[in-house]
């Protein structure tokens, strides 16, 4: 039988709640949570990464409701909890992933951290680069994954005066994924996805390029704008599921791709529009967005419960 999934956008102003199915498998679940990424309002740090968290074989009780949310005390981040609508205190009551930091300045923020996680299994989300010269900033943290670690953003160029690139972002998850390159007298190429694809080009006189599958956008050369880091698609294509949601909560819409995002490209000296983060938990490259946060729940149907045929 088909393993259902249920996927949810969650961030500030995204919260929802979660009515679990009667066929509910106790013995063969897993809930995976990816934190934000951090926003940059401003300054030329780039912003950190989502942490990565997941736990495996949660008990739920059919008809009760999951509460899912983010918290912006310290340490921010995205949780699951089946007790309350709060930051759960352990793994019986639910997890929890870290969110990026915000930038202090020119100092890039920190990735979400996996010590201050909730889960089984947890991984850091990569650090923002830190700004150079003028308003050269550093590119985003990648996100973290369940292959490991979000890459660091590439540094704003700080050595010379006038043609100075943005950082490129980092990449996500893990596996193959590598850091974002330093600006210099162009832009930072983005860090390569899980893959060891998907780096946005580096600007040399135009705007950085845009990641694709988890790689980091590339850096912006002059006045141009860093390029936006790349959607994940290393964790799950969700099709067809019925998912129940109240509140503001996003569910997935069909044949929704799902992973962890890289890191936003920063902005090269004389813009301050970095490259915004992706979803899922990608950094902000400088004065850009970051990314939203992400549950994924996933189970194998239990058999008992009468429902013996289900399309997809």
């Keep these: ?71 912006a005390t310290a340490p921010p981040g995205v949780y699951l909890n089946k007790n309350s609508d709060t930051k759960p205190s352990s793994t019986s009551d639910g997890a929890f992933a870290a969110s990026g930091q915000v930038n202090s300045g020119a100092t890039g923020g920190a990735g979400g951290l996996s010590s201050d996680c909730i889960g089984d299994i947890s991984f850091s989300g990569g650090t923002g680069g830190n700004g150079g010269t003028g308003t050269a900033s550093g590119g985003g943290g990648g996100a973290a994954g369940p292959s490991g670690t979000g890459k660091n953003g590439g540094n704003g160029d700080a050595t010379t005066a006038g043609d100075d690139g943005g950082g490129g972002g980092g990449g996500a998850n893990g596996g193959s994924s590598t850091a974002g390159s330093n600006g210099t007298t162009a832009g930072g190429a983005g860090g390569q996805g899980p893959a060891g694809t998907g780096a946005g080009t580096g600007g040399n006189g135009t705007a950085g390029g845009a990641g694709s599958n988890g790689g980091g956008g590339g850096g912006g050369d002059q006045a141009q704008n860093g390029g936006a880091g790349g959607d994940g698609t290393d964790l799950v294509t969700i099709n067809f599921q019925p998912v129940i949601v109240s509140g503001v909560g996003n569910s997935f819409s069909p044949a929704f ?18 490259g915004n983060g992706a979803t899922f938990g990608g950094g902000a490259g400088g004065t850009a967005a970051g990314a939203v946060g992400l549950v994924l729940i996933t189970y194998e149907p239990r058999l008992d419960t009468g429902n013996m045929f289900m399309l997809f």
């Design 1 to 71: 039988m088909a393993a259902k999934i249920f996927g949810f956008s969650i961030g500030s102003g995204l919260s929802a709640s979660f009515i679990v199915p009667s066929d509910w498998n106790n013995s063969n679940n897993k809930i995976e949570i990816i934190g934000e990424g951090a926003t940059v309002p401003t300054g030329t740090g780039g912003g950190g990464g989502g942490a990565y968290t997941s736990i495996s074989n949660f008990s739920l009780t059919p008809g009760s409701t999951v509460f899912l949310n983010s918290i």
């Design 257 to 274: 791709i799902v992973g962890s995002g890289g890191g936003g490209g920063g902005s090269g000296n004389g813009s301050t529009i970095g």
